[in-house]
């Protein structure tokens, strides 16, 4: 039998493996990437989920899954309060995510007693990270949108080229960004940049990690724009990063 049929042997548990239809939940839940890829559709848009990746659902969201041929995800629900700040929020890379869920996997929970103190330990991790460190929103106007979140995924794309690309000029994108969320593209785009970062060290990441995770090209690259942003010096943050943000 091929390995990426292994999943399908237990029926109950092949949605880990195949995805599943729209469905929604009464808490919120996790939707962690352990291998392959997927995709994630909800609210009417679609993200595509590496290795380890993870996002936040919030309760009551309609959502469906699917996952390519030979990976896996899980789905932890979580206790009610755990709620993400917008309907779905994306966490990339947390690392302390991924040791609770490979630990999990390996003692293999079954009664609720036993999931309890996982769910509990997500959770934690969770609201460690749930506030943006910088304040940033994503635009509303649909194109805009759409080239914002490819800014985030590929940060070597210049403005200028994501802009042709979704049939616009420059100067309109700047002017959206600025109206509809106070920022100018490079600062918007840095900002959000340095929010994954925050979030991966708060999460138990490194810091060249946090870079490499963030788009920066070196952990030097990555402070000094934590620094400039946050007006930490980067001593502190090279000594003590997750003391330094506010994160013990």
């Known amino acids: ?13 092949a949605i880990r493996f195949l995805g599943h239809d729209t469905h929604q939940h009464d808490e919120p839940h ?17 993200w595509r989920l590496a290795r380890q990746e993870a996002v936040w659902i919030a309760p009551r969201v309609p959502h469906a899954l699917r996952v390519d041929g030979g990976g896996m995800v899980l789905g932890p ?16 890379v947390v690392p302390a995510i991924i040791e609770i869920m490979t630990t ?8 609720s007693e036993e999931v309890r103190p996982f769910r509990q330990a997500i959770g934690h991790v969770l609201r460690g990270i749930s506030r943006q460190y910088f304040p940033v929103v994503l635009p509303t106007h649909p194109a805009v949108r759409a080239l914002a979140r490819e800014a985030l995924r590929t940060p070597s794309l210049t403005l200028e080229r994501l802009a042709a690309q979704h049939r616009m000029s420059p100067r309109q994108v700047q002017r959206v960004l600025l109206d509809e969320t106070g920022l100018p593209f490079t600062r918007w785009r840095n900002r959000a940049r340095m929010n994954a970062a925050v979030e991966h060290i708060l999460g138990g990441g490194e810091l060249t990690a ?21 007006g930490i010096p980067v001593s502190a943050l090279t000594a003590d990063a997750v003391g330094a943000l506010g994160g013990r």
Not at 104 to 111: E, K, N, Q, R, S
């Open 1 to 13: 039998m091929p390995v990426t049929s292994l999943g399908t042997v237990v029926a109950e548990n």
């Open 104 to 111: 999990a996997l390996g003692a293999a929970p079954g009664t």
């Open 30 to 46: 996790l939707v962690y990437v352990v291998t392959g890829t997927a995709r994630l559709q909800a609210d009417g848009e679609e």
């Open 210 to 230: 946090a870079a490499r995770a963030a788009g920066y090209a070196t952990r030097a690259g990555l402070l000094r724009a934590l620094s400039r942003e946050s």
């Open 77 to 92: 629900t979580l206790t009610p309060d755990d709620l993400p700040r917008c309907r779905v929020q994306p966490l990339g």
